[in-house]
């Protein structure tokens, strides 16, 4: 088995991060959910932006608020246009 799992609710548990998530879009809308029960935080972005050459917006932004929230150096929101 790898190591992320799918869960009832959730598409997807890494458990090197602890974090459950799931992504999702249509039609020029793109959306990110994720919660971290260990660290108690969670996450939700919505976004009316489908995508563009770094990946989804929701992704990114997502990606910079865990970092941020973990302590961690946060990527450029620079990059995310």
């Known amino acids: 088995m790898g190591s992320l799992h799918e ?10 991060t602890h974090i459950y998530w799931h992504r999702g879009g249509t039609g ?5 959910a994720m919660f ?18 770094n990946g989804a917006f929701a992704d990114l932004l997502s990606l910079h608020i ?8 946060a990527i450029s929101p620079g990059g995310f246009r």
């Open 66 to 73: 865990r970092q941020r929230l973990d302590g961690k150096p």
């Open 36 to 53: 971290n029960r260990q660290a108690d935080y969670a996450v939700i972005v919505l976004s009316n932006t489908a995508g563009g050459p």
């Open 28 to 32: 020029g809308y793109t959306s990110y």
């Open 7 to 16: 869960t009832l609710f959730f598409r997807l548990y890494d458990p090197s």
